[in-house]
Structure formats: C-alpha cells, structure tokens
C-alpha cells in the first residue's frame, strides 16, 4: 500500500478549477439602466473555497443522504447521489462515497450539521485520474444567527470553539489494480485532527488551526508517513494554521470569515513573512455565535503542490454545553 501511496503522489497533477467568463462587449456602448443587475450573495461560498462544487443537497435523516453536483467527471447526470459510507467517519463527520464504474474515478465527502444543527460544512474529491481531480468546500446556514454583543467579562466577545476535524486528501490508493499504473483512478485518504478556533467580536477577527493530522487508510489506521516501518508522531501531517490579519477584520457582518491557511511555525519562532498554502473559510451560527463551520482547501505537503486537501470543520462554543474535551481546561 505504502509503494502505490507514493506512486499515486506521482502521479496525480494540480487541481483543474472551474471558472467561468463574460462575453466582451462594447467599452462605449451605453449602460442600460432598466437592465436588472444580479444580487450578490451574502453568504456565498468563495470560489478559492467552493472550487469545482457547485452545490449539494443533504438530509440528515435516516443516517444522512447526500446528492452532490460537481463540475467534473462524476456521474450521467450532472448530480449523482453518494452512498453512505458509515465506515469512512471521522468522529463529528458523516462520510458518502461515490464511483459510477471500477474504471472511472471515485469520490468522498464528509457532512457535518453540528451538535446543535445551526450551520451545516461539507467537502468533497476524487481521488484523481490522468493527472487531474476535481473538489471543493461548502457551507451554509440551517438555523438563525446573531452575533455576540461585546462586553466587559470573560467569554461575552471573545470565544473559543473546538473539536475535530475531517479532510480528503488527494491522490490516495490504487483503486483498481487490473488497470496499468497511468490509467488507475484513485481513492481519496482521509484525514482526522483536532482543531481550535478563537474569535473575537469586538474587533471582528477569527484564527486557529489544526493539529494531530493524521492521514489514514481505509480501515482508519494511521499511515507510516515517513516510510520509517513504524508508525509514531513522526508521521503526522504538519500542523496548520488559519491566519487571521493583523490590522483587518475578517469577520464580516454576516457571521463570515476568510483568511489564508499556513504551515504552524515551531515554538517560539516569528514569522518574517506570509506564506499561504490555501484558504480556509467559514461561518457562525446560532444566537451568540454557538457555533462555527467552514472548509479549507489547502496543499498539505511542504513544497509539493501536486498533492491536496479538502477539509472540513463545524465546532460548538467552548462554553456551552456540549463543548468538546480540547476546550478543558480553558
């Protein structure tokens, strides 16, 4: 497994994103002001977040069914239904596969509602064929949101949020062995870590990161990253950061947030400059803000950008109840 984990590595190229374009026009044909212009979507997903996914329809109900579009080689039709796949969790994050023939690619994708089902996170990827892969990240409101009303006191403008945290990690395993090594799909690995966020209201900023990134296989057994024959904290994944800005706010009024992802720095070390490896992206949710969601796409390797992450996180407040075993003590 390990020999066809590293092949895949070689294998597999940079993300293809879809985008798209306007006609050109006439730079000095008049405006037309009875020519209606389109509303923006507050609460749209960014596109460096989103990337191939152009939406998904989910039902929590019944353990969770999940319909994905995704611009790509998916399925006949334009929105395939992915199969849920209990065995593929990450603790907090429900998983669904997808492959519509042993010849073609195959798909996962981790959902997430929350403890409290305020706002729902997603994210989905093949694990890649003939050099290319398609994913991407998605987030969205179940229920109401209001932000906090900053004010003198602990915990009343200014919280922490903490639990785990699921990636597809891009490329992954052979998925059909009869097939020669540059024609094979590939099946995504997951990744599972534990993450903290801090925000603040008073001055509308969020960072945080993810830590203990373990990359597993399909029986959810840590990989022997290094090769090394054992398998110890030297085969985690290094550690990230979701950077938050010095001087600019990047939580909006909203409840959202956008920043740049980073490798996390050793202790004690300050970084002389920005370094981003991705971007991650969210909301909040709930009166007060009791929860966050968000997804991040990333490359994960250090100067490898042949290799990618698609992760997810939702997370309850520190301070309520149902708040995860990271958040003690505080």
Known sequence: MVYRFWAAMAVVGILASCGSGAPF?????????????????????????????????YDPSGGGKLKVDLFGLTASSRTATFVRAAALDVDGYRAFTYQETGLQRTHLA????????????????DGGQFNQHYG????SRIDVYQAPVPRDGVETGQFSYAGT?????????????????????????RVQGETLIDANFANNLVNGGVDNRWLLDAAGNPIDFNQDGIVD????????????????PNIDENGMFLGDVEF?????????????IGTYGGMFGGVGATDIAGAIVL???????????YGVFNLPRCDLAGASPLCVPR
């Open 25 to 57: 026009g006439n730079p000095v044909d008049p405006v037309d002001p009875t020519d209606p212009t389109p509303p923006v979507d507050p609460l749209a997903v960014p596109t460096d977040i989103a990337k191939n996914l152009r939406s998904i329809t």
């Open 165 to 189: 945290y699921a990636g597809v990690f891009v490329p992954g395993d052979v998925n059909n062995a009869g097939l020669p090594a540059g024609l094979t799909p590939y099946t995504p690995y």
């Open 110 to 125: 981790f959902v997430a509602d929350g403890l409290r089902s305020t706002v729902r996170a997603a994210t989905v990827a």
């Open 136 to 139: 991407g990240g998605t987030y």
């Open 233 to 248: 904290d030297n085969d985690k994944l290094k550690a990230i950061v979701f950077r938050g800005e010095y001087n600019t």
């Open 264 to 276: 996390s720095l050793p202790d004690g070390e300050v970084p002389e400059g920005h370094s981003p």
């Open 299 to 309: 490359n994960p390797i250090p100067g490898n950008r042949n290799i990618w992450e």
